[in-house]
T-cell receptor, first 116, second 112 residues
Framework: NAGVMQNPRHLVRRRGQEARLRCSPM?????VYWYRQLPEEGLKFMVYLQKENIIDESGMPKERFSAEFPKEGPSILRIQQVVRGDSAAYFCASSGTGGVQNTEAFFGQGTRLTVV | AQSVTQLGSHVSVSEGALVLLRCNYSSSVPPYLFWYVQYPNQGLQLLLK??????LVKGINGFEAEFKKSETSFHLTKPSAHMSDAAEYFC??????????FGSGTRLSIRP
C-alpha cells in the first residue's frame, strides 16, 4: 500500500510563472490537506479538501493560490504568478473517512518550491 | 477554535537522559492529539496519537505521551535519549472531521 505521493519533490520556478504541485493520497483515503513549511518554522495549514469539495480553505492566501481534489486523479495545489516569498516546502497529507481509527493524517515527502 | 502551544523551540539533552517535550492544547470539544516527528528534508511521521480511552499512549521508538485533560497537556517523553532521536517534533490537535492544527515544533538535539 503506497503512501502519500507528492510530485515533483523539487520545483524551481522563475518569478511570475505558475507552480503546480500534485498529491496522490493513500489508497482508500478521501481527505487531503495541504500545509506550507517555511525554513525554521512549523507547518501552516492551507486547505482541507474532500473529493470534489473544499471543506476548509481558511489558511489559503486569497490571491494566486487555489486547490482542487477532483473525482479522479490527484489533488493539485496551484500557485499562479509565483513570488520569492512562495519559496517553501509544501506538504500534502491524507486521512480516511470517520471513526477514531482514521483520525491521523499521513504525510507525503513534500515538494520544495524555489522561486528564482 | 483549536490551537497548540509547544514550549521550547529547541531542547538539548545528553544521550541516555530523559526526553521531555511539552505541548499544551486548546479545544472546545474533546480533542484528538498527535505527536509527529520530522527528520531533515523529509515528511512527517506519526509517533503516537490519543483518541479515546487510556490517557497514557505508547508510540514508536520508545516514546510515550500522557493526555491530561485538567492541564490541557499532552507532553511527549522518552526515558533514555538516543542519538537517532535528533529531529523536529510537532504536536497537533484536531476535532472530529476538521483540519489538523500543528504547533510550531521543537527541535531536539542529543549531546554525546
Amino acid at each position: 500500500n503506497a503512501g502519500v505521493m507528492q510530485n515533483p519533490r523539487h520545483l524551481v520556478r522563475r518569478r511570475g510563472q505558475e507552480a503546480r504541485l500534485r498529491c496522490s493520497p493513500m489508497k482508500g483515503h478521501s481527505h487531503v490537506y495541504w500545509y506550507r513549511q517555511l525554513p525554521e518554522e512549523g507547518l501552516k495549514f492551507m486547505v482541507y479538501l474532500q473529493k470534489e469539495n473544499i471543506i476548509d480553505e481558511s489558511g489559503m492566501p486569497k490571491e494566486r493560490f487555489s486547490a482542487e481534489f477532483p473525482k479522479e486523479g490527484p489533488s493539485i495545489l496551484r500557485i499562479q504568478q509565483v513570488v520569492r516569498g512562495d519559496s517553501a516546502a509544501y506538504f500534502c497529507a491524507s486521512s480516511g473517512t470517520g471513526g477514531v481509527q482514521n483520525t491521523e493524517a499521513f504525510f507525503g515527502q513534500g515538494t520544495r518550491l524555489t522561486v528564482v | 477554535a483549536q490551537s497548540v502551544t509547544q514550549l521550547g523551540s529547541h531542547v538539548s539533552v545528553s544521550e541516555g537522559a530523559l526526553v521531555l517535550l511539552r505541548c499544551n492544547y486548546s479545544s472546545s470539544v474533546p480533542p484528538y492529539l498527535f505527536w509527529y516527528v520530522q527528520y531533515p528534508n523529509q515528511g512527517l511521521q506519526l509517533l503516537l496519537k490519543y483518541t479515546t480511552g487510556a490517557t497514557l499512549v505508547k508510540g514508536i521508538n520508545g516514546f510515550e505521551a500522557e493526555f491530561k485533560k485538567s492541564e490541557t497537556s499532552f507532553h511527549l517523553t522518552k526515558p533514555s535519549a538516543h542519538m537517532s532521536d535528533a529531529a523536529e517534533y510537532f504536536c497537533a490537535v484536531r476535532s472530529s472531521a476538521s483540519k489538523i492544527i500543528f504547533g510550531s515544533g521543537t527541535r531536539l538535539s542529543i549531546r554525546p
